[in-house]
Nanobody, 122 residues
Framework: VQLQASGGGLVQAGGSLRLSCAAS????????MGWYRQAPGKQRELVAR???????NYADSVKGRFTISRDNAKNTVYLQMNSLKPEDTAVYSC?????????????????WGQGTQVTVSS
């Protein structure tokens, strides 16, 4: 199983970006998917998370500005980021709780995508 993230970049404060993260491989199902970020010198923190049923939760710092969504048919999670602030600058990584095929049965594991840099200039 692999997670491929895309969509990061450089944007001015107040601008928008949309991140995508697609899971591929021998996937049986995906439970929760989420986005985390890590700024230089800081701990990694949860940005937003969404269950397979569509329930979501957000970090207080991004509520009202970021929206997480997913396309279960495409095994893809999105993060729409609006009204970006310089303090949103970080490496953003996606995460998924995956049940995958293992021989004639399945197993579960958490997978991480590669990080994508988001830089917001003031």
């Amino acid at each position: 199983v692999q997670l491929q993230a895309s969509g990061g970049g450089l944007v001015q404060a107040g601008g928008s970006l949309r991140l995508s993260c697609a899971a591929s491989g021998r996937i049986f199902s995906i439970d929760a998917m989420g986005w985390y970020r890590q700024a230089p010198g800081k701990q990694r923190e949860l940005v937003a998370r969404i269950t397979s049923g569509g329930s979501s939760n957000y970090a207080d710092s991004v509520k009202g500005r970021f929206t997480i969504s997913r396309d279960n048919a495409k095994n893809t999670v999105y993060l729409q980021m609006n009204s970006l602030k310089p303090e949103d600058t970080a490496v953003y990584s996606c995460n998924a709780d995956v049940e995958y095929y293992w021989g004639s049965s399945t197993r579960k594991a958490a997978y991480w995508g590669q990080g994508t840099q988001v830089t917001v200039s003031s």
